[in-house]
């Protein structure tokens, strides 16, 4: 993963973080322990600029693949302008079946040796698109995560503030009631 996709992830990151951070110190909505109070412009501007660093992410896998296909073709070519090469050279050669003989053998490990070439080539970019689509993925879900979780801890700490509050509003009724 390029230094800058790491940077951005981190980003992301931390923008999920200052998201977090900004429901999780909100004031809770009157009469509601499950409902804050937050900025919605603030919330709506970090999720965005979260929204637009991810796709990041994909599109260095995109190039990726683009890279590989663009690679394969490259080395086709070559395979062919090799055979072309091998075909010409063969062709050119005096037509005694030695020399005829030997020059499609030579041909042959020539085309064996680009296709074997372009192969390993392909094997090599798939490998590298997988890896890099599965680091993305594993952020993604990581950071999917870390959603959950802080959705977890926003429940609960609401629900323990509105426990709070029950208390304190029975306390209240029974200073009343004892009043009267």
């Given at each position: 993963?390029?230094?800058?996709?790491?940077?951005?992830?981190?980003?992301?990151?931390?923008?999920?973080?200052?998201?977090?951070?900004?429901?999780?110190?909100?004031?809770?909505?009157?009469?509601?322990?499950?409902?804050?109070?937050?900025?919605?412009?603030?919330?709506?501007d970090l999720l965005e600029e979260?929204?637009?660093?991810?796709?990041?992410?994909?599109?260095?896998?995109?190039?990726?693949?683009?890279?590989?296909?663009?690679?394969?073709?490259?080395?086709?070519?070559?395979?062919?302008?090799?055979?072309?090469?091998?075909?010409?050279?063969?062709?050119?050669?005096?037509?005694?079946?030695?020399?005829?003989?030997?020059?499609?053998?030579?041909?042959?490990?020539?085309?064996?040796?680009?296709?074997?070439?372009?192969?390993?080539?392909?094997?090599?970019?798939?490998?590298?698109?997988?890896?890099?689509?599965?680091?993305?993925?594993?952020?993604?879900?990581?950071?999917?995560?870390?959603m959950q979780e802080s959705r977890?801890?926003?429940?609960?700490?609401?629900?323990?503030?509105?426990?709070?509050?029950?208390?304190?509003?029975?306390?209240?009724?029974?200073?009343?009631?004892?009043?009267?």
């Amino acid at each position: 993963m390029a230094n800058n996709d790491v940077h951005e992830l981190n980003d992301v990151q931390q923008l999920l973080d200052m998201l977090y951070a900004m429901i999780d110190d909100a004031r809770n909505a009157p009469l509601s322990n499950d409902k804050c109070v937050i900025n919605r412009d603030e919330a709506l501007d970090l999720l965005e600029e979260a929204r637009a660093k991810l796709p990041a992410e994909l599109k260095q896998a995109q190039r990726i693949i683009t890279s590989r296909e663009e690679y394969i073709e490259t080395a086709k070519s070559e395979v062919e302008k090799m055979m072309q090469r091998a075909e010409a050279a063969a062709k050119s050669k005096i037509s005694e079946s030695e020399v005829v003989q030997a020059a499609r053998e030579k041909a042959r490990e020539i085309i064996s040796r680009a296709e074997e070439r372009a192969r390993d080539m392909y094997r090599a970019a798939n490998e590298y698109a997988e890896d890099t689509l599965r680091r993305g993925e594993e952020a993604l879900q990581q950071a999917a995560k870390e959603m959950q979780e802080s959705r977890t801890r926003f429940r609960a700490a609401s629900a323990e503030q509105m426990q709070r509050n029950r208390e304190e509003l029975d306390r209240q009724a029974k200073e009343k009631k004892s009043k009267f």
